[in-house]
């Protein structure tokens, strides 16, 4: 007899960006391993991108998806997609931070509630499982538990309290956010961190949990995602160092750009050698400056693409560069997007903090440069050891173990024990 989870997940195909990922490729794999999954998400009217191929892997695999309105202001008020400048954006997220506590999802949470509570009665489910961001997902699963006594697994996708991107304008808030958190974990059964550091982050800040009732599922890549067939577009004899994902508040293209024009004052013999490629949207200000200015014909944009053909441009490349820079905390963060580019098995030019969660896997995965977020010279130097290293094919070589053990379908058979055994500690 199959197992029967809900999920609670308001970040969901045919939403894109990484954010999805991860719950798009649980939901994917459970069903190998005997599980049922029946997602309880939104109908999105608008976000910032939407990518029809994974909803599209999901309804082939017939995964059960149950939407409901959202009431949320991104939803009816704004619409993000149009909200291009940063500017706003983080207007836009200071005001809701202030108004809308734990987030501007909270409206979602009525409706979610509703549609839940008439899954629950009808139909046995064994575990509910709720991924965030957005907080609310968790505030809803909690409310759940104590009224179905199901257990609950909370799957932090970041850190909540005291984050990178937290903003509380008064004491009060800070209070608030932290109380709303501390109850969320006491409704929970078992509670699931992507990284060493943000499970650390949540036993300080909790004292009352305790180290075992935390597992570490990190975020992973997609095998059958990467047996692709392509032409390749890439220049002959020509370095590629490829950026993945979106730029926004503290990740910034800005130092990188730098380094570049540094670059190549310093080394003209190179402008010509190198190709950098952006796949995702990109800032509109600093794309206009490439535009106007030296550095033009060494970038190529593609705007946002679905996730099928961003792969492919990901193992069009030679080097992959990743940004993770954060105002506070920015130990705690390694972006899913640092594991579909391990998945690549291609080399990663990391700015990232380095003592953080990232430069640990980095460190790990071997075929990894690592430097600063802001240090411009350190990034000139790294791109000028990649290169030389490139023209002499002595790029160095990932380690396989470590890719092996990040595909999403081994984290799945993971997550799958921790179902079972909540399920038996409850029994």
Same mark, same amino acid.
């Given at each position: 007899?199959?197992?029967?989870?809900?999920?609670?997940?308001?970040?969901?195909?045919?939403?894109?960006? *990484?954010?999805?990922?991860?719950? +798009?490729?649980?939901?994917?794999?459970?069903?190998?391993?005997?599980?049922? =999954?029946?997602?309880?998400?939104?109908?999105?009217?608008?976000?910032?991108?939407?990518?029809?191929?994974?909803?599209?892997?999901?309804?082939?695999?017939?995964?059960?998806?149950?939407?409901?309105?959202?009431?949320?202001?991104?939803?009816?008020?704004?619409?993000?997609?149009?909200?291009?400048?940063?500017?706003?954006?983080?207007?836009?997220?200071?005001?809701?931070?202030?108004?809308?506590?734990?987030?501007?999802?909270?409206?979602?949470?009525?409706?979610?509630?509703?549609? #839940?509570?008439?899954?629950?009665?009808?139909?046995?489910?064994?575990?509910?499982?709720?991924? #965030?961001? @957005?907080?609310?997902?968790?505030?809803?699963?909690?409310?759940?538990?104590?009224?179905?006594?199901?257990?609950?697994?909370?799957?932090?996708?970041?850190?909540?309290?005291?984050?990178?991107?937290?903003? &509380?304008?008064?004491?009060?808030?800070?209070?608030?956010?932290?109380?709303?958190?501390?109850?969320?974990?006491?409704?929970?059964?078992?509670?699931?961190?992507?990284?060493?550091?943000?499970? $650390?982050?949540?036993?300080?800040?909790?004292?009352?949990?305790?180290?075992?009732?935390?597992?570490?599922?990190?975020?992973?890549?997609?095998? $059958?995602?990467?047996?692709?067939?392509?032409?390749?577009?890439?220049?002959?004899?020509?370095?590629?160092?490829? &950026?993945?994902? #979106?730029?926004? $508040?503290?990740?910034? =293209?800005?130092?990188?750009?730098?380094?570049?024009?540094?670059?190549?004052?310093?080394? =003209?013999?190179?402008?010509?050698?190198?190709?950098?490629?952006?796949?995702?949207?990109?800032?509109? &200000?600093?794309?206009?400056?490439?535009?106007?200015?030296?550095?033009?014909?060494?970038?190529?944009?593609?705007?946002?693409?679905?996730?099928?053909?961003?792969?492919?441009?990901?193992?069009?490349?030679?080097?992959?560069?990743?940004?993770?820079?954060? *105002?506070?905390?920015?130990?705690?963060?390694?972006?899913?997007?640092?594991?579909?580019?391990?998945?690549?098995?291609? @080399?990663?030019?990391?700015?990232?903090?380095?003592?953080?969660?990232? +430069?640990?896997?980095?460190?790990?995965?071997?075929?990894?440069?690592?430097?600063?977020?802001?240090?411009?010279?350190?990034?000139?130097?790294?791109?000028?050891?990649?290169?030389?290293?490139?023209?002499?094919?002595?790029? =160095?070589?990932?380690?396989?173990?470590?890719?092996?053990?990040?595909?999403?379908?081994?984290?799945?058979?993971?997550?799958?024990?921790?179902?079972?055994?909540?399920?038996?500690?409850?029994?």
């Amino acid at each position: 007899m199959k197992r029967k989870a809900l999920i609670i997940a308001y970040y969901f195909p045919p939403m894109g960006y *990484s954010g999805v990922q991860r719950i +798009a490729k649980f939901v994917k794999y459970m069903v190998d391993f005997g599980w049922e =999954p029946v997602v309880l998400t939104i109908q999105p009217k608008s976000y910032y991108a939407f990518d029809f191929t994974l909803l599209k892997e999901l309804e082939e695999r017939n995964i059960r998806i149950v939407r409901t309105g959202s009431n949320d202001p991104t939803q009816k008020i704004f619409n993000q997609k149009k909200i291009r400048s940063e500017f706003l954006r983080k207007i836009f997220n200071r005001i809701s931070q202030t108004f809308f506590l734990p987030d501007n999802k909270i409206f979602w949470m009525k409706s979610a509630l509703k549609e #839940a509570r008439k899954l629950l009665k009808e139909e046995k489910f064994d575990i509910i499982f709720a991924t #965030a961001p @957005p907080y609310t997902d968790f505030r809803i699963g909690a409310k759940l538990k104590q009224e179905f006594d199901i257990p609950l697994i909370l799957d932090y996708r970041d850190a909540w309290f005291d984050d990178g991107l937290s903003f &509380y304008p008064t004491p009060v808030h800070r209070w608030i956010v932290k109380k709303m958190e501390r109850k969320v974990l006491h409704s929970s059964n078992k509670i699931i961190a992507y990284t060493r550091q943000i499970k $650390e982050h949540i036993l300080k800040h909790y004292p009352f949990i305790s180290p075992d009732e935390i597992a570490i599922i990190p975020h992973g890549y997609d095998e $059958e995602d990467f047996n692709i067939e392509f032409q390749s577009t890439k220049p002959i004899n020509k370095l590629r160092i490829t &950026y993945s994902g #979106a730029f926004y $508040e503290e990740r910034t =293209p800005k130092f990188f750009l730098k380094a570049v024009e540094k670059l190549f004052y310093e080394r =003209p013999d190179i402008e010509n050698q190198v190709e950098f490629m952006f796949v995702g949207n990109f800032p509109k &200000y600093y794309y206009h400056k490439i535009q106007k200015g030296k550095l033009k014909s060494s970038f190529v944009f593609t705007g946002y693409v679905d996730h099928k053909t961003n792969i492919k441009h990901l193992l069009d490349s030679d080097v992959l560069w990743l940004m993770i820079r954060h *105002s506070k905390n920015p130990h705690l963060y390694a972006t899913g997007k640092l594991f579909e580019y391990i998945g690549t098995g291609k @080399p990663i030019l990391a700015l990232v903090p380095k003592n953080g969660a990232a +430069a640990q896997i980095l460190k790990d995965y071997k075929a990894s440069f690592l430097v600063e977020p802001d240090d411009v010279e350190g990034i000139k130097n790294a791109l000028i050891e990649i290169f030389e290293l490139f023209k002499s094919d002595q790029i =160095p070589q990932a380690n396989p173990e470590l890719i092996n053990s990040l595909e999403r379908k081994r984290l799945t058979q993971e997550l799958i024990k921790i179902f079972q055994f909540t399920m038996r500690d409850e029994a």
